[in-house]
């Protein structure tokens, strides 16, 4: 039986801190004045408009295959090829339109926090 060399630390050298910070902090935004949270309302309402413009359409794609077995019951037991039209639908026609949704979403998303911060910062900067 060999014995186990020692355990041996690494250590890398300390990361220098930045004289300012790259994002504001949470107290920027409940200052005296009302523009941070005028901001803070803003971004509140950027981000509840973008998540009803992905629910709407969402909630469309969902409801559309059950609406149309309503409509036309045969589609409930069709098949097409060897697989039930029901598996068919979602993974070629439920599926990918909300995995693009969610693309779309998380790039507006960030698109919205990235002004955010443009705007925090800037106000910041000119004194606020």
Known sequence: MTAKPPRQ??????R???AGRAYPAIEDLYTANSYGQTLLRSLMRAQLGLSLSVLAPAAAVVALYPLLVVLV??????????LPVSLVVL???IYPPLVALAFWYVRRARRIEER???LLLKEKEDGG
């Not at 630390?9 to 300390?14: C, E, Q």
């Not at 019951?73 to 060897?82: C, Q």
């Open 73 to 82: 019951p045969s589609l409930a037991h069709a098949t097409v090829g060897f």
């Open 16 to 18: 220098r801190r930045e």
């Open 9 to 14: 630390i690494v250590t890398g050298r300390p």
């Open 91 to 93: 993974g070629g026609g």
């Open 116 to 118: 955010f911060i443009e």
